[in-house]
């Protein structure tokens, strides 16, 4: 069973910028409706297996990304 | 019918441009950043790519400060409205555009303090004369790249450099030049950089923007216009995030995919040929127009200091009896009168009856040309 977390971000921009980042790093993920347990805007969010976390979010904080938040989805799809 | 009306917008449109914006409304027809359904995402995910590739066109590193506008027009005025406070000082050229002068006018009534440098009547600009009229209270130059009446360059580098000097901000149109000049903001140092999508750049009208170098703290613009952006809606604020800040409403997404299908298929065709190609236009043009004694011919008559836009008078006839006659006897498409920029006019000496403006573009082949010199021959000859 695979465990997800997502990012959040403040526009739909940053998440496109990211995703690109990401994709070119290997990492499987996939963009997903932002989970209205965590937010309210409208937009989209990164989804990513938590297995990656660590690496995720120091590659983020090396590059200093602008992002709202990163959450523990558990098992949930989003 | 031979178009030569391309400073005015750029005819016929490359077939990919067409493709692009049917084929975004077809596949990808959600509203970008709104949703987080597969459709918005292929959207927004067109807006992202085209951005990328205005940054890299211009030589921004950040995508984000890729603000995508209705025109270039709505692009200054973002601009010059988000920075300006009454009490600051802008300079200008006096070959602008009144998508320059008429909100300068504007902001002078609210307590903006505008001088205006005069240019030489062949549209030419000395830097230093710009440097004359700085003073300590100046926030901001703006000005033209390239006259859309003449053609004539302006000496953007020379003047960033003294702009900077004296702590001030360069903001240029190049609503003329883009797609057909390469470009490169950080190497002019242009600070904000207003364009449009519609002429050289081969996409639709509708489509334009603002970009602003990676230097430049964005606190110091206010947004022209606030609303929905699909980010932070718990907020009744606008937001600071770049680029929504200065983008709320929804997109004009086939525009901006016909923008980034146009700049593929510029890189495809090699800005340098483009170039290289309109001198050689400019040059039969000027030299076929200066062989009929009767007429004059405006700005440098020179393509190494001017764009392929040559403006032209015959004494004892009106522009437009000229311009409608090429139309209607020879299919030769022009534009005549004072091309929404009566500044530039009075300074050529061409005010208030104006010129016949001839603006070949990258479709614009030499035998179009020949035969455009010949009509014009016959219509100042009858």
Known sequence: MTLYGVILFHTTSSVLRVEKRLIKEGFAIRLVPTPRQFSSDCGIALRFDWNDHERITSMLGEEKVEFAAIHFLDANPV | MIYLDQAATSWPKPPEVLKAMTDVLENAGGNPGRSGHRLSIAAARIIYDTREEISRFFGVSDPLRVIFTGNATHAINLALKGILKPGDHVITSSMEHNAVMRPLRNLEKRGIRLSIVPCASNGTLDAKDIGRMVASDTRLVVMVHASNVVGT???????????????????????????????????????????????????PPGIGGLVIADHIDIAQIDPLICGGTGSRSESEEQPDDLPDKFESGTANLAGIAGLGAGLRWLKDRGIEEICAHLKTLSRMLIDGLSAFPEVKIYGTLDPARSIAVVSFTVAGRHVSEIGFRLDEEYGVLSRVGLHCAPAAHKTIGSFPEGTVRLAPGVFTTTEDIRLAIRAIGRVIRS
Do not use: N
Request: aromatic share 2%; charged share 10%; glycine share 8%.
């Open chain 2, 153 to 203: 360059l302006l000496p953007v580098a020379e003047v960033a450099a003294i702009v900077h000097q004296a702590g001030a901000l360069l903001l240029v149109d190049v609503a003329q030049t883009a797609g057909i000049i390469p470009m490169d903001m950080t190497a002019m140092g242009i600070d904000l950089l207003a364009f449009t999508g519609h002429k050289e750049l081969q996409a």
